[in-house]
T-cell receptor, first 116, second 114 residues
Framework: GAVVSQHPSWVICKSGTSVKIECRSL??????MFWYRQFPKQSLMLMAT?????????EQGVEKDKFLINHASLTLSTLTVTSAHPEDSSFYIC????????????FGPGTRLTVT | DAKTTQPTSMDCAEGRAANLPCNHS???????VYWYRQIHSQGPQYIIH???NNETNEMASLIITEDRKSSTLILPHATLRDTAVYYC???????????????FGEGTQLTVNP
């Protein structure tokens, strides 16, 4: 149980275009989802926290107009990187918190974004 | 959440026990010790967590000192597939506060050698 999926697993896009990454909790309802970003040889950095049906809360320094997060249902959250630039190339990882008894946090496999 | 300190890297021979230390001297009474690992280019994987008693599951054992200021993750028989970055995280348990979330430090790069 407690599986989180991400799609796509990797994506290449041209500079200036937008790309959407999906995060799904497959066997539980996720009241809260988190988005992390990881640059090479660095640790995971939390970008934003989203609760189902409400606006996401962004960490300091993360541009909310550039990284659009939608958490429309208890099993799906999306991250859209708008007007992507090469410096947005990174490994994006979502995480979902189980809304059941223990509120534990489970991670997706990550999405590798390369902006050319 | 309390801060943790881990060695940057460790090596271990395949088949031997890997003991990964973590210092968390400012841990609060209601904070748990969590361990995750991240194999290269994958999402983090939950390993184990504990409050004050030693814990064991199919993946590892967690030994927490009596004063709770440090802990050790033990992989009893390390394999090459255990090569990963291991993160020790101290936080309030998820069910104790809806606002709790996991924040990652630099972790320990464990390399298991043949």
């Amino acid at each position: 149980g407690a599986v989180v999926s991400q799609h796509p697993s990797w994506v290449i896009c041209k500079s200036g275009t937008s790309v959407k990454i999906e995060c799904r909790s497959l066997d539980f309802q996720a009241t809260t989802m988190f988005w992390y970003r990881q640059f090479p040889k660095q640790s995971l950095m939390l970008m934003a926290t989203s609760n189902e049906g409400s606006k996401a809360t962004y960490e300091q320094g993360v541009e909310k107009d550039k990284f659009l997060i939608n958490h429309a249902s208890l099993t799906l959250s999306t991250l859209t990187v708008t007007s992507a630039h090469p410096e947005d190339s990174s490994f994006y990882i979502c995480s979902a918190r189980d809304g059941g008894a223990f509120y534990e946090q489970y991670f997706g496999p990550g999405t590798r974004l390369t902006v050319t | 959440d309390a801060k943790t300190t881990q060695p940057t890297s460790m090596d271990c021979a395949e088949g031997r026990a890997a003991n990964l230390p973590c210092n968390h001297s400012t841990i609060s009474g209601n904070e748990y010790v969590y361990w995750y690992r991240q194999i290269h280019s994958q999402g983090p994987q939950y390993i184990i967590h504990g409050l004050k008693n030693n814990e064991t599951n199919e993946m590892a054992s967690l030994i927490i000192t009596e004063d709770r200021k440090s802990s050790t993750l033990i992989l009893p028989h390390a394999t090459l597939r255990d090569t990963a970055v291991y993160y020790c995280i101290v936080r309030v348990a998820g069910w104790q506060t809806s606002g709790s979330r996991l924040t990652f430090g630099e972790g320990t790069q464990l390399t298991v050698n043949p």
